[in-house]
């Protein structure tokens, strides 16, 4: 069964500090990992979206892993600021010839606060 | 528009009374989807249009739930005799491409309380 599992669940830390978030997938066939970042009340916005032979992206501050013999990906947060507080999804694609509901399957999100 | 617009974006309705929820994607974008979000949980597949082919409707979690996409355009998500665990937000989503790794842009959401 396609999952993506998140952890950790939720994450407090201080302002300027780096953190990192997990995400673990039995997707198969694999596509493509993207990272979102959901403000309260807002849609997903996307951050980084990683190919089978992409390792690392960066995104300002965000940086995401992928390592995809282990079907692993992290996202690095670096110098944490108070925007940052949000959910963060982890999103893997199947591979298939045709597009549909089925080749996006959702991580439920690591929760993270940035305290000043 | 620039981005995917959904309205209302806030909603609340008497347990039993239908409602409506619009979503306008990206001009050209032939794609849409729709997802529910409950509390604490990830997003929920329901519906998913895409040019003029059959909508996949899978997602759907029972017939009072129903969706259609007027000239490939605008979308309706209809929630029928709504009840307290239809509460959600309901986020639309839509991408250009037919196949391969296009990126999707949401909505902002449409917050839905049954009371």
């Known amino acids: 069964k396609n999952q993506v599992e998140q952890s950790p669940q939720s994450l407090i830390i201080l302002e300027g500090k780096n953190c990192t978030l997990q995400c673990n997938y039995t997707v198969s066939p694999f596509s493509n990992l993207r990272w979102y970042k959901q403000d309260t009340g807002r849609g997903p916005v996307s951050l980084t979206i990683m190919t089978f032979s992409e390792n690392t992206k960066s995104n300002g501050r965000y940086t995401a892993t992928l390592d995809a013999d282990t079907k692993q990906s992290s996202l690095h947060i670096t110098a944490s600021q108070l925007s940052d507080s949000a959910s963060y999804i982890c999103?893997?694609?199947?591979?298939?010839?045709?597009?549909?509901?089925?080749?996006?399957?959702f991580g439920k999100g690591t929760k993270l606060s940035v305290k000043p | 528009g620039a981005g995917v617009s959904q309205s209302p974006s806030n909603k609340v309705t008497e347990k039993g009374k239908d409602v409506e929820l619009r979503c306008d994607p990206i001009s050209g974008h032939t794609a849409l989807y729709w997802y529910r979000q409950s509390l604490g949980q990830g997003l929920e597949f329901l519906i998913y249009?895409?040019?003029?082919?059959?909508?996949?409707k899978s997602g759907l979690p029972s017939d009072r739930f129903s969706a259609e996409r007027t000239g490939g355009s605008v979308s309706t998500l209809t929630i029928q005799r709504t009840q307290q665990e239809d509460s959600a937000v309901y986020l639309c989503?839509?991408?250009?491409?037919?196949?391969?790794?296009?990126?999707?842009?949401f909505g902002s959401g449409t917050r839905l309380t049954v009371v």
């Open positions: 999103v893997v694609s199947a591979a298939s010839r045709r597009r549909s509901q089925g080749n996006l399957i």
């Open positions: 249009f895409q040019g003029n082919s059959a909508p996949d």
């Open positions: 989503a839509s991408s250009p491409l037919l196949t391969g790794s296009g990126g999707y842009t």
